[in-house]
């Protein structure tokens, strides 16, 4: 199977910054689109970046100009967070539309990453 795993969370004050990590792994021949997602208790999980394998991007608004996602050859996603607001503080998630072959077919599989905390607080 697939794996993603998070890292890069932590606490930070307002203003500061933090670089989150996907690394993927297992039975995977190409990843199509990857995402971050985020979700604040009792709120909806909401979709903040993704990337797809060509390279465009697409943000939730209020990020803009504050938030970069990239990812590498690697199979790797990141995002840069710069001018962290208390809002921002959720859990987050990568997400990752995963291509597989099985007899000459080829079939996508949507796979979560188990999240890593970002706290923006003063």
């Known amino acids: 199977q697939v794996q993603l795993v998070e890292s890069g969370g932590g606490l930070v004050q307002p203003g500061g910054s933090l670089r989150l990590s996907c690394a993927a792994s297992g039975s995977i021949f190409s990843i199509n689109t990857m995402g971050w997602y985020r979700q604040a208790p009792g709120q909806e999980r909401e979709l903040v970046a993704a990337i797809t394998s060509g390279g465009s991007t697409n943000y939730k608004d209020s990020v803009k100009d504050r938030f970069r996602i990239s990812r590498d050859n690697a199979k790797n996603m990141y995002l840069q967070m710069n001018s962290l607001k208390p809002e921002d503080t959720a859990v987050y998630y990568c997400?990752?539309?995963?291509?597989?072959?099985?007899?000459?077919?080829?079939?996508?599989?949507?796979?979560w990453g188990q999240g890593t905390q970002v706290t923006v607080s003063s």
């Open positions: 997400n990752a539309a995963v291509i597989s072959r099985s007899n000459g077919y080829a079939f996508t599989n949507n796979y």
